[in-house]
């Protein structure tokens, strides 16, 4: 079974400018979710996909947007892109949305915003 | 709101020694998960734990969970360089969404 792949793995953007990450779930499974995780720091949840809904979203402005598509993969936009945006961008999937349920997660995607 | 802290933030010790880990919470969780994360890759799940007083051993890595389900610990014996991560508790809270610590970064000297 393939695990959680995501692309890019490392991209450099200007404030203002607009990103997408891209996110295809472990094999089976149908539940994305996203998190921001800053240098040293514990990811911190930004929303959770299931069924191609959103179905639970964390402490993020509503610049931060994605998509789930029929296939369990799943898109993070960001919009006007700020300093602080800069960080690893990391998608998990699972089978099923409890809490309780193993996460399988990609190595992440790399924005740095200058 | 819930949440979760993780002690000490940093560790820094020789090839051999013994350390734990904690996890506190003044709420109570239906599960724990302990991940560690390698730089340049993401969170890998290293265990959960379930029922209150639950311990668990991997190897040298042995897992606990408080009675009260409140807090849990990581206890590595005999640390050796390939433990070096950043390990990380997360809690199944009440809605769908986990909780997170903030982790602590593990670093095992030759």
């Known amino acids: 079974e393939t695990g959680v792949t995501q692309s890019p793995t490392h991209l450099i953007k200007t404030r203002g400018q607009q990103v997408t990450l891209r996110c295809s779930s472990q094999?089976?499974?149908?539940?994305v979710s996203w998190y921001q995780q800053a240098l040293g720091q514990g990811p911190q949840f930004i929303f959770q996909?299931?069924?191609?809904?959103?179905?639970g979203r964390g402490n993020f402005p509503p610049r931060f947007s994605g998509l789930q598509f029929p296939n369990y993969s799943s898109e993070l936009n960001v919009n006007a892109l700020e300093l602080d945006d800069s960080a690893l961008y990391l998608c998990?999937?699972?089978?099923?949305?409890?809490?309780?349920?193993?996460?399988?997660f990609g190595a992440g995607s790399r924005l740095t915003v200058l | 709101t819930q949440l979760l802290e993780q002690s000490p933030q940093f560790l820094s010790i020789q090839e051999g020694e013994n350390l734990t880990v904690y996890c506190n919470s003044s709420?109570?969780?239906?599960?724990l998960q302990w991940y560690r994360q390698e730089p340049g890759e993401g969170p890998v799940l290293l265990v959960t734990?379930?029922?209150g007083g639950e311990v668990k051993k991997l190897k040298r890595l042995t897992f606990q969970f408080g009675d009260a389900r409140k807090d849990s610990s990581l206890h590595i014996t005999a640390a050796q360089p390939g433990d070096t991560g950043l390990y990380l508790c997360?809690?199944?809270?009440?809605?769908?969404?986990?909780?997170w610590g903030a982790g602590t970064k593990l670093i095992i000297k030759p």
């Open positions: 709420s109570v969780f239906s599960s």
């Open positions: 996909y299931y069924r191609e809904e959103e179905n």
């Open positions: 998990a999937s699972s089978l099923g949305n409890s809490g309780a349920n193993v996460l399988t």
């Open positions: 094999s089976g499974h149908n539940t």
């Open positions: 997360a809690g199944a809270g009440s809605n769908y969404q986990l909780i």
């Open positions: 734990v379930v029922t």
